[in-house]
T-cell receptor, first 118, second 119 residues
Framework: GAVVSQHPSRVICKSGTSVKIECRSLDFQATTMFWYRQFPKQSLMLMATSNEGSKATYEQGVEKDKFLINHASLTLSTLTVTSAHPEDSSFYIC??????????????FGPGTRLTVT | AQTVTQSQPEMSVQEAETVTLSCTYDTSENNYYLFWYKQPPSRQMILVIRQEAYKQQNATENRFSVNFQKAAKSFSLKISDSQLGDTAMYFCAFMKHLIGSSNTGKLIFGQGTTLQVKP
């Protein structure tokens, strides 16, 4: 099956710094990628939909300037948490759709990135 | 707007027994997909089973089956012969149909049900 990777798997950064998380589709082209945030024992909260070559569409309540999303190629989307604060500590998950399969429902998830802001 | 509700935060089942996880949803769409995802302690999301709303037949995947009641907007998951490896958080999810729409395919998740399979 299709594989999505995320890097890094876990990261610790200091308050006020920025951190970048990469999401890659390894064996397919993903014109659409999604970024989620998940708190312990809670559901996945969609943050934004990332389309290759265009601006991301953010969900209501998600700060665009805080969470910068770039989808520069058909296999890579990045999420940059700017000026991170302890409340940004969370588990971030990306997923990707294989658009070559047309109307396929299939969405492939990355393994997630645990961000800890100290 | 679509919503998905899982009313059972936690459940447990003895190994080899059967358990049913509940899910209800609300939508005005006629064509859509429903999914059950599993998130084990590794936190990797795994697709368990899917159902197209236009199909009346309930989907099955080995030990996993669903009871899809479109009129009642209910989509429960039955796990037969539960195994220790089934211990995970299970999420019910909704997606609007893609064909002929501008839908990007985003998933709407329920709150999740933590399932513990006991030996």
């Amino acid at each position: 099956g299709a594989v999505v990777s995320q890097h890094p798997s876990r990261v610790i950064c200091k308050s006020g710094t920025s951190v970048k998380i990469e999401c890659r589709s390894l064996d397919f082209q993903a014109t659409t990628m999604f970024w989620y945030r998940q708190f312990p024992k809670q559901s996945l909260m969609l943050m934004a939909t990332s389309n290759e070559g265009s601006k991301a569409t953010y969900e209501q309540g998600v700060e665009k300037d805080k969470f910068l999303i770039n989808h520069a190629s058909l296999t890579l989307s990045t999420l940059t948490v700017t000026s991170a604060h302890p409340e940004d500590s969370s588990f971030y998950i990306c997923s990707a759709r294989d658009w070559a399969s047309g109307g396929s429902y299939e969405q492939y998830f990355g393994p997630g990135t645990r961000l800890t802001v100290t | 707007a679509q919503t998905v509700t899982q009313s059972q935060p936690e459940m447990s089942v003895q190994e080899a027994e059967t358990v049913t996880l509940s899910c209800t949803y609300d939508t005005s769409e006629n064509n859509y997909y429903l999914f059950w995802y599993k998130q084990p302690p590794s936190r990797q999301m795994i697709l368990v089973i899917r159902q197209e709303a236009y199909k009346q037949q309930n989907a099955t995947e080995n030990r996993f089956s669903v009871n899809f009641q479109k009129a009642a907007k209910s989509f429960s998951l039955k796990i037969s012969d539960s195994q220790l490896g089934d211990t995970a958080m299970y999420f019910c999810a909704f997606m609007k149909h893609l064909i002929g729409s501008s839908n990007t395919g985003k998933l709407i998740f329920g709150q999740g049900t933590t399932l513990q399979v006991k030996p």
